[in-house]
């Protein structure tokens, strides 16, 4: 029973991104501003999924700065290779972390956090932003949520 319901919300959010893909091309297509772009997608986001946090962090002077986002307030600067974000960066690679708290050197912006999930946008081969979303669950972010972040943080280039 418990195994069908998550093949069932699995289902779900599949869907879910499928449906907000072409909205959100058609949302940033022609539109050259890229923080403008970021808002109008970390709300689409924030609104689809009820994510805790989602927002990006843009790389500045060596350090991620913090972008257009939604949720509460959170760290301003991350350093290259620190927390969940900056380890992001440095693999340039995604990262997804069922539990915070198992994370060597998680950098916790709100103790409400449990579980985390940062896709790096690549310009020119090098790591601009990451995108980066925050759940109040364990283990709550997938291959799912990697797979089609990915394809929504292309959008931006």
Request: with cysteine.
């Given at each position: 029973m418990a195994e069908d319901l998550n093949?069932?919300?699995?289902?779900?959010?599949?869907?879910?991104?499928r449906s907000l893909l072409?909205?959100?091309?058609?949302?940033?297509?022609g539109?050259?501003?890229r923080i403008a772009n970021m808002?109008?997608?970390?709300?689409?986001l924030?609104?689809?999924?009820?994510?805790w946090w989602i927002g990006f962090y843009l790389v500045k002077d060596g350090?991620?700065?913090l972008g257009p986002f939604q949720g509460p307030v959170a760290c301003t600067r991350i350093g290259y290779g620190k927390?969940?974000?900056?380890?992001?960066w440095e693999k340039e690679e995604v990262i997804i972390v069922d539990d915070v708290d198992h994370f060597p050197g998680h950098i916790a912006c709100s103790s409400l956090s449990r579980s985390e999930i940062v896709v790096p946008?690549?310009?020119?081969?090098?790591?601009?932003a990451v995108l980066d979303a925050d759940s109040e669950h364990v283990a709550h972010f997938d291959e799912t949520d990697s797979i089609y972040l990915q394809q929504i943080v292309q959008l931006l280039k």
């Open positions: 093949i069932n919300r699995q289902l779900a959010k599949d869907e879910l991104y072409p909205q959100l091309k058609a949302l940033t297509e539109e050259e501003d808002a109008n997608v970390a709300a689409v924030k609104e689809a999924f009820q994510f350090e991620l700065v927390g969940v974000c900056g380890t992001a946008l690549l310009m020119d081969g090098k790591v601009s």
